[in-house]
């Protein structure tokens, strides 16, 4: 098991929620920052929304007012909250974590929005 575990992908209809979590494992101590990417294939991997230390947060234009992320550090998980889901937002979503300088990548998770 890797140092990020994500769960919650799957299958949803176009309007519909689904919840990301990414568990990471060992101290909270040292982590920057928290994130969410997406990646499509033949495309690049693209930032979808970060969580600093400290709980600024940013949001990629395409997901703003849509998408939510959060974190709880005694839990040391990130979460993405996924309203309004349309067929474009369907990639492979891998969790991120900057902590002491090194950059950590979960193992990512599916998510397909098709009626």
């Known amino acids: 098991q890797g140092v990020l575990v994500e769960s919650g992908g799957g299958l949803v209809q176009p309007g519909g929620s689904l919840r990301l979590s990414c568990a990471a494992s060992g101290s909270i101590f040292g982590v920057k920052s928290m994130g969410w990417y997406r990646q499509t294939p033949g495309k690049q991997r693209e930032l979808v929304a970060n969580?600093?230390?400290?709980?600024?947060?940013t949001y990629a234009d395409s997901v703003k007012g849509r998408f939510t992320i959060s974190r709880d550090n005694a839990k040391n998980t990130v979460y993405l909250q996924m309203n309004s889901l349309q067929p474009a937002d369907t990639a492979v979503y891998y969790c991120t974590m900057l902590r002491r300088g090194n950059t950590y990548w979960g193992q990512g998770t599916q998510v397909t929005v098709a009626s």
């Open positions: 969580i600093i230390t400290g709980g600024t947060t």
